[in-house]
């Protein structure tokens, strides 16, 4: 994904599960984590983190 400031290419460093997200978003939830994963990326440029629901 692109940082919606700088434009850059942002780094996906890591996987989190959200489980409140899972609470109002049942469609994502992962049966085996009872959660919703989350992708956060970090932008190089400004360092600004973003998340994703992974897919
Ligand atoms: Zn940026």
Known sequence: ???ADCEMEMN???????LVAA?????HI???L???LEEAHTCP???K???QIAT
């Open 1 to 3: 994904m692109m940082c």
């Open 30 to 32: 992962d049966p085996d």
């Open 45 to 47: 440029g400004c360092g």
């Open 23 to 27: 609470l109002d978003d049942a469609e």
């Open 12 to 18: 996906h460093h890591a996987d989190k599960l959200n």
């Open 34 to 36: 009872g959660g919703v």
């Open 49 to 51: 983190t973003e998340f």
